[in-house]
């Protein structure tokens, strides 16, 4: 290691050992908390322990190109075979033109944070027996656990995160090629916890000299990423009472701060001493361009499985819906037809709940031709409700088909406006009540099947279905 004489009132003594964590407010693991035996496989008959599932909001069940690889809109994170947790073990201060020569041990971690012209501090990290990393970010490099990109909201299947639009971007990304690292404990009750920012191919993070980055009290480093990583844990159990959080930022070493004034401010918001980077049971984690909802093994337990999804939808079509105007029998297209709208597809009208099939009159603005085969509008101008008279948006009906989304395993009765993705009370509910952030400092409710701006006074609406007359 190189090392370049630095002043005293800058920086701390040229090498410095630090204790197992660079935050303080998280106690390192107990010794020997990862005492059963590891020989790099699994035993036959044990299943490998899942920390949990990170769930990309907009995607109703699958990326619109398909899932693969790493590319997905939902990954589980297992116990690995071998642990592969970093943890943060010599400070070293080094002139800045040297840096790229002190890193050039390429099987060690490190982070660089570059304080001026001529001063580099550089923390390097030695191997954790006692945690398993996972690394989420833009690129699609082998460092990278979860690939995701930006998520369009705003229509039916959103964009493609992970995929692009067709492949490729038209517009540049906000996300970071390395946005963070979630580290589990291997030891129960399995702990996982968030930090900013991700390893590059050279095992290295690097704060730029423009980078919001800072000493702190006790003589260690921490920084912020360009964009930074926010999270809200949800107040009570996300599956049984939940409420909606406020949202905080992350920092490199995974301690709590209140918001930036802008999403990319390099002045940092003010520490949150009694708030963690423990991620639970339906905590959100934002990438500006795409954002992540993590859910526990027990709180899947209470959410509806795929199987289970398809047995609502075959229970909603066994009820035989009519359209109260035509009398014709409506039904629910199947978990795996997408966007394409088939023509005994419920519809309903946003503003008071009346479920109908497809008409092509009842315009009272804009009005427009039907669609090709009479299945869909050619325009979006308000409808009337020929049971109501109430005029508003009218869209065909979706089920919501990524379970790990919903809040409970409960009947579709609801729908959230103005999208039409149907789930349970509870779930609209709940997610109506949470502030999604958008760009560098708006904040909207959003539908988590496609990421539709919530509209109405509520964000959704109580379907009213009308049974067979006979």
Same mark, same amino acid.
Request: charged residues 20%; hydrophobic residues 30%.
């Given at each position: 290691?190189?090392?370049?004489?630095?002043?005293?009132?800058?920086?701390?003594?040229?090498?410095?050992?630090?204790?197992?964590?660079?935050?303080?407010?998280?106690?390192?693991?107990?010794?020997?908390?990862?005492?059963?035996?590891?020989?790099?496989?699994?035993?036959?008959?044990?299943?490998?322990?899942?920390?949990?599932?990170?769930?990309?909001?907009?995607?109703?069940?699958?990326?619109?190109?398909?899932?693969?690889?790493?590319?997905?809109?939902?990954?589980?994170?297992?116990?690995?075979?071998?642990?592969?947790?970093?943890?943060?073990?010599?400070?070293?201060?080094?002139?800045?033109?040297?840096?790229?020569?002190?890193?050039?041990?390429?099987?060690?971690?490190?982070?660089?944070?570059?304080?001026?012209?001529?001063?580099?501090?550089?923390?390097?990290?030695?191997?954790?027996?006692?945690?398993?990393?996972?690394?989420?970010?833009?690129?699609?490099?082998?460092?990278?656990?979860?690939?995701?990109?930006?998520?369009?909201?705003?229509?039916?299947?959103?964009?493609?995160?992970?995929?692009?639009?067709?492949?490729?971007?038209?517009?540049?990304?906000?996300?970071?090629?390395?946005?963070?690292?979630?580290?589990?404990?291997?030891?129960?009750?399995?702990?996982?916890?968030?930090?900013?920012?991700?390893?590059?191919?050279?095992?290295?993070?690097?704060?730029?000299?423009?980078?919001?980055?800072?000493?702190?009290?006790?003589?260690?480093?921490?920084?912020?990423?360009?964009?930074?990583?926010?999270?809200?844990?949800?107040?009570?159990?996300?599956?049984?009472?939940?409420?909606?959080?406020?949202?905080?930022?992350?920092?490199?070493?995974?301690?709590?701060?209140?918001?930036?004034?802008?999403?990319?401010?390099?002045?940092?918001?003010?520490?949150?001493?009694?708030?963690?980077?423990?991620?639970?049971?339906?905590?959100?984690?934002?990438?500006?361009?795409?954002?992540?909802?993590?859910?526990?093994?027990?709180?899947?337990?209470?959410?509806?499985?795929?199987?289970?999804?398809?047995?609502?939808?075959?229970?909603?079509?066994?009820?035989?819906?009519?359209?109260?105007?035509?009398?014709?029998?409506?039904?629910?297209?199947?978990?795996?037809?997408?966007?394409?709208?088939?023509?005994?597809?419920?519809?309903?009208?946003?503003?008071?709940?009346?479920?109908?099939?497809?008409?092509?009159?009842?315009?009272?603005?804009?009005?427009?031709?039907?669609?090709?085969?009479?299945?869909?509008?050619?325009?979006?101008?308000?409808?009337?409700?020929?049971?109501?008279?109430?005029?508003?948006?009218?869209?065909?009906?979706?089920?919501?088909?990524?379970?790990?989304?919903?809040?409970?395993?409960?009947?579709? !009765? %609801? @729908? /959230?406006?103005?999208?039409?993705?149907? &789930?349970?009370?509870?779930?609209?509910?709940?997610?109506?009540? =949470?502030? #999604?952030?958008?760009? !560098? %400092? @708006? /904040?909207?409710?959003?539908?988590?099947? &496609?990421?539709?701006?919530?509209?109405?006074?509520?964000?959704? =609406?109580? #379907?009213?279905?009308?049974?067979?007359?006979?």
């Amino acid at each position: 290691m190189v090392l370049e004489g630095s002043s005293e009132s800058l920086c701390p003594p040229p090498s410095l050992e630090l204790r197992p964590s660079c935050n303080k407010s998280q106690p390192s693991p107990p010794l020997g908390s990862s005492s059963q035996p590891h020989d790099g496989v699994f035993p036959e008959d044990k299943e490998p322990v899942k920390y949990g599932e990170l769930i990309v909001l907009g995607h109703n069940g699958s990326l619109a190109n398909g899932d693969k690889g790493r590319r997905r809109s939902r990954l589980a994170l297992y116990k690995r075979p071998k642990a592969n947790g970093v943890r943060p073990d010599v400070i070293h201060n080094v002139s800045t033109p040297l840096v790229s020569k002190a890193l050039s041990n390429k099987s060690q971690h490190s982070i660089s944070y570059t304080l001026s012209r001529s001063h580099s501090v550089i923390v390097e990290y030695t191997h954790d027996t006692n945690t398993d990393m996972f690394q989420i970010g833009r690129s699609t490099e082998s460092m990278i656990d979860f690939v995701v990109t930006d998520t369009a909201g705003g229509g039916q299947g959103g964009g493609a995160a992970g995929e692009g639009s067709g492949g490729g971007q038209s517009t540049q990304s906000t996300i970071s090629r390395y946005a963070c690292r979630i580290m589990c404990e291997r030891s129960a009750p399995y702990t996982a916890r968030i930090y900013a920012a991700g390893f590059d191919s050279s095992k290295n993070i690097f704060l730029g000299e423009r980078a919001a980055k800072w000493r702190t009290s006790d003589g260690l480093m921490d920084g912020l990423t360009t964009n930074g990583v926010l999270v809200m844990h949800p107040t009570g159990e996300f599956v049984s009472e939940p409420g909606p959080g406020i949202w905080r930022e992350i920092s490199v070493c995974g301690n709590v701060f209140a918001l930036r004034e802008t999403r990319s401010a390099q002045q940092r918001g003010k520490l949150v001493e009694n708030e963690s980077n423990t991620l639970q049971d339906g905590s959100l984690i934002d990438l500006c361009g795409a954002t992540l909802l993590w859910r526990t093994p027990a709180g899947l337990r209470h959410t509806p499985t795929l199987k289970q999804l398809e047995s609502l939808r075959q229970e909603l079509n066994a009820a035989r819906p009519q359209c109260p105007v035509g009398f014709n029998t409506l039904a629910f297209p199947s978990l795996a037809q997408r966007e394409i709208v088939d023509k005994k597809q419920p519809w309903v009208y946003v503003n008071c709940g009346h479920v109908h099939g497809y008409h092509n009159w009842g315009y009272r603005k804009d009005k427009g031709p039907a669609g090709p085969g009479g299945t869909a509008p050619a325009s979006t101008g308000e409808r009337e409700c020929p049971m109501c008279r109430r005029v508003g948006p009218y869209v065909p009906l979706w089920l919501g088909c990524e379970g790990g989304l919903y809040l409970d395993a409960g009947p579709p !009765t %609801h @729908a /959230f406006c103005p999208c039409g993705h149907v &789930c349970s009370e509870k779930t609209v509910n709940g997610w109506s009540q =949470i502030p #999604l952030p958008h760009g !560098t %400092h @708006a /904040f909207h409710a959003a539908c988590p099947f &496609c990421g539709t701006w919530l509209t109405g006074e509520q964000g959704y =609406i109580k #379907l009213i279905f009308q049974g067979p007359v006979d």
